[in-house]
């Protein structure tokens, strides 16, 4: 008969020792443009308030805030069908999206202290979205689900637009089980499709000069992940391991404009034109929790 959400607040904190390098490129691929930067030495990185509640019968709501000194981030904001019956789930709002494995994690929830660099290249930290996602699980012992998102495709790898319609989509699949009472694994695959249009971004060009670049065109992504864990008799509190890889593939084509930089001594003349690239990579980690905490 009351409102009682779930809150929780995330504090986070670092000391980095880095070397003191402007712009920390990967090389090969556009910079990303929402790649959280690691400042060095002590910081306070993003504090996350999250609250959660069941609205009533038929929804869920979940809400994730960001917080860092002046800047308020609505990291999610959605709603989630609970009664739609026959394994299917409706999402609706600001979601990060269920393509591959650690898309749907938050910094806090990492393994490591920084993201892999495959994600760091492809979406900056993670992709998210604004739209609607429609899931489906199988009523099966095997677990298999499948999802597809549309989504307004503000973020990196696609831009904000001013058009009606779906600027991304999305589809993934997973299968998983259980082998005996130690072992669980999960494997699936997912794709992305992104519109970009003057998607701005800024490298060194080939007299080592800071170039910027405007991209306009259709990004696809697709990404094949695996996990394994490892529990005794499925008891994870005390002791664990989990192993996670994923293999990504990304292709985009369009045209893209190298700005006029020759003023300042680079190789950019202002052309635009035909643009097509393809990129790969993967990254594997484990982790092994040998006594408790």
Known sequence: SSFNPDISLILQGRYAQLDDIEHRAISGFLPA????????GFSLDHTELVMSASVDPYFNGYFNLALLDDEVEIEEAWFQTTALGNGLSLK?????SGLGYQNTQHPHAWDFTDNNL???ALFGEAYGNDGVQLKWVAPTD???????EAGRGANYPGTDRNENGAGSTALFGHLGGDVGFSHSWRAGLSYLQAKASEREGELEDFNDVAAETLFSGKSKSWVADFVWKWAPDGNASERNVKFATEYFRRSERGSLLCADNTGDGGACDG?????????????AQGVYQFVPR
Not at 33 to 40: C, S
Not at 142 to 148: P, R, S, V, Y
């Open 118 to 120: 495959m994600y760091r």
């Open 142 to 148: 095997l677990f298999i689900e499948f999802g597809l």
């Open 92 to 96: 609706g709002g600001r979601f990060l």
């Open 271 to 283: 052309t635009e034109d035909a643009y097509r690239a393809r990129q790969s990579g993967f990254y």
């Open 33 to 40: 443009g929402n790649d959280h930067a690691l400042p060095r």
